[in-house]
């Protein structure tokens, strides 16, 4: 063939998955909620997924109840004494979120990338879209259980409509000492975890950076405050957060103990179960793998062609500290008018 038509550089290729010029394709969110959440675990969940010993198994929460008793003004002989202590229970509902994926052999064979970066790609990629779907889930979980009843404070408490507390407009830079009022108020002392909309975290950095030079010093606000800032919460108007006392909110995982205990191999007919911790966010999850004989010809493999199936199952519940009253939890609503 002439003028070397035959051996013609026609592609060069470099693997841009590696470094930054990959991430503007795998990006993802901060997830700090997810963060704070996974780190208030040993908090809130002390033995309890040491004591679950099966994905069907009931899983329930035990505490005695708080008695509001007036106290007596005199003794007496005979002390006719109240009533015996109560206790209660609180179901705790697992969930489940999966990715599945999987690779072939002589695609592999076949491809500038190869089984490993293929694999090690569809782990990321399956981390992502789990800590997306943890992340969505946790901003929705903490507005639909926040506290339904509030002593008003500084900040009046609206349990008629909106269940949350409104800053006036007028009291726009008092935001954060007035939220700490109310949680006072309410009988929650400091350190607060709190997780606010862009909004207000950037109203949170603005009276932040209010320091001794100048006009009006709003540092003072700052101290006693755990603040992340939470992208996938809706932006509001003027600015929404949530807040709790530090540690009363969290997030635990569970794997069930045959994946713990790790069984079989991929290409058995059970397939093998095991865990893998995952070195972003130190969450353990299940991972069963299926080995088999596919045609894989159609999509740049072979006619016989080896092809390993993954699963990855995240088991976990998102719990904050329980309380006797049905509508009232440790987590308020603040919102800027």
Request: aromatic share 10%.
């Amino acid at each position: 063939m002439a003028n070397l038509t035959a051996t013609q550089l026609l592609k060069a290729i470099t693997k841009a998955q590696v470094g930054i010029m990959g991430d503007a394709e795998m990006r993802t969110w901060e997830h700090s909620l997810l963060a704070m959440l996974m780190g208030n675990q040993n908090n809130v969940f002390r033995n309890l997924t040491a004591l679950k010993k099966s994905d069907e198994q009931p899983t329930k929460a035990i505490l005695f109840n708080r008695n509001s008793i007036a106290s007596g003004t005199a003794k007496v002989a005979a002390h006719a004494a109240a009533a015996f202590a109560d206790s209660f229970e609180v179901d705790v509902a697992f969930l489940k979120r999966v990715q599945t994926f999987k690779v072939s052999y002589k695609q592999a064979d076949n491809n500038i990338f190869t089984y490993g970066e293929i694999l090690q790609h569809n782990i990321k990629n399956a981390l992502i879209n789990l800590y997306e779907d943890l992340s969505s889930y946790n901003t929705s979980w903490i507005d639909t259980n926040r506290s339904q009843v509030g002593t008003d404070s500084i900040m009046l408490f609206d349990e008629t409509t909106n269940d949350q507390f409104d800053n006036l407009s007028a009291d726009n830079d008092r935001f954060f000492d007035y939220l700490k009022a109310a949680l006072r108020k309410n009988k929650y002392r400091p350190i607060y975890d709190v997780v606010g909309d862009q909004v207000n975290a950037a109203e949170f950095r603005r009276l932040s950076a209010q320091g001794k030079a100048n006009a009006t010093n709003q540092v003072y606000q700052m101290p006693g405050l755990n603040y992340i800032e939470e992208e996938q919460l809706t932006a509001s108007a003027s600015g929404t957060c949530y807040a709790w006392k530090k540690g009363m909110v969290g997030m635990t995982t569970w794997n069930e103990p045959q994946n713990r205990r790790g069984l079989g191999g991929p290409g058995e007919n059970e397939g093998m179960f095991t865990t893998f911790r995952d070195s972003i966010m130190g969450i353990q999850h299940d991972m069963h793998i299926m080995r088999s004989l596919v045609d894989t010809s159609g999509a740049g493999g072979n006619v016989q062609d080896v092809v390993d199936e993954y699963e990855i199952t995240t088991i976990f519940t998102t719990q904050g500290a329980f309380e006797s009253t049905a509508t009232a939890t440790p987590i308020f609503k603040f919102v800027q008018a």
